[in-house]
């Protein structure tokens, strides 16, 4: 696929070119292990030359009228609409995407950059009174000037044009660290289109690199005034760290442990295909997905037993297949430590009612019930096709064990009354909740974020314009005013 010959360098100031590294990032199809890319990784003067770029780029970019700003993102969207086969290609054979995976996160990168494009003309000033006479307070919105975005490997394009369309469109200059495994569709891929939409070179910079190579240079580097970063939690309070003994601010998008909860008035065969695909999208490797299904002991059984049989309807296999449901996690390493999660939790005694095996990165579903409730599994995230089955007697029990993680993204119940659903909601500790739905969603207009170790700030919307801009106070005095000295 020409993505991979064509796009497998750095994108500095508006030139491709080889990094200076001293080491290749070598990019592998997770299903069937081909080679698609060699990438040498980003030095540290890299890093430096792509943010002084980005530094000299952007003050011209935030002056220029908005409505021009928007253009460039309108053609964007036309590009992805354009060759969107081709990137359904290269996402399959990147990611381990599935074709459905694939529609899903392409669908999403085009209504984020819908919203991107309103969101050029979406700042407003404010004009304030003051106790002062004669004076006028204006109060203004500004770009924050470059921001560093450091991007995931699961849904690497939807997730790392998400914080690069907003923040271009908002008037800054952007320096994206795409995930090492998915250093084309996360970081490649969308300096292509927006190079080939005419975005004046400089404004987006890609480095495909590593932390053992550039160490913390992306985050203290003192020209970023903002980091906008998804992925683990581990990583994120390391990220925070850092940038908080450098005076920037963070925007936080990071792991989950979400629980979709089954009442005793749920209608169990809808609850079971929201749970089956709120677990199962993508291999579950999703920050959204359902790690825990909660049931209310009264439909136990019931459930129980619809739930495994649709589990066992999933078929494992090459993602290209439109018949496949499950592809391969995004690596062997992933697949391996999942499944030794699996048979560590089984010898602490829980069950498997269904028990999938790993070949390479292909990792069959596993359904575990009678986990101890001291077991670690419970309050970890699970990056992988593992769901826990957990029985509960009543709502009050239901919100203890929900609440009973470190994590607070998602979440979900299902029930036949609306607005118990919407109470047993509001007891969640948790950043969005879904009544009657799966625990996967993401709407462009609608607040994105986590509270507890689930991240710090929200994206999306106007919390936008809040993540990639500042405000700047002016006041004039007509008159004079009286000094008192």
Known sequence: MSYFSELAFQYIDGEWRPGTGSWDIVDFNPYNGEKLASITAASADEIDQAYRAAERAQPAWGATNPYTRRLVLERALRIVEDREEELTEAIVAEVGGTLLKAAFELHLAKEFLREAIQLALRPEGRILPSPGDGKENRLYRVPVGVVGVISPFNFPFLLSLKSV??????????????????????????????????????????????????????????????????????????????????????????????????????????????????????????????????????????????????????????????????????????????????????????????????????????????VAEDSAVLRQEIFGPVVLLIPFDGDDEAVRITNATPYGLSGGVHTGDIERGVRFGQRIETGMFHVNDGTVHDEPIVPFGGEKRSGLGRLNGESMVEAFTTTKWISIQHGRTQFPF
């Open 165 to 370: 369309a907003p923040a271009l469109a908002l008037g800054n200059a952007v320096v994206l660290k795409p995930h090492q495994n998915t250093p084309i569709c996360g970081g490649g891929l969308v300096a292509k289109v927006l190079e080939d939409a005419g975005l004046p070179p400089g404004l987006l910079n890609v480095v495909v690199t590593d932390i053992a190579e550039i160490g913390d240079a992306l985050i203290e580097h003192p020209v970023p005034k903002v980091i906008s970063f998804t992925g683990s939690d581990r990583v994120g309070r390391h990220v925070a760290t850092v940038a908080a003994s450098h005076f920037k601010r963070t925007i936080l998008e990071l792991g989950g442990n979400s629980a979709l909860v089954v009442l005793d008035d749920a209608d169990l065969d809808y609850a079971v295909d929201a749970a089956v695909f709120s677990r199962f999208v993508h291999q579950g490797q999703v920050c959204m997905a359902a790690n825990r299904v909660l049931v209310d002991r009264k439909v136990e059984r019931e459930f129980t037993e619809k739930f495994v049989a649709k589990v066992r309807s999933l078929t494992v296999g090459d993602p290209g297949d439109p018949a496949t449901h499950i592809g391969p996690l995004i690596n062997e390493g992933q697949a391996e430590a999942v499944t030794s999660l699996v048979d560590q939790t089984i010898a602490e005694g829980a069950t498997a009612l269904v028990h999938g095996r790993a070949q390479g990165a292909l990792v069959g579903p596993t359904v575990l019930t009678g």
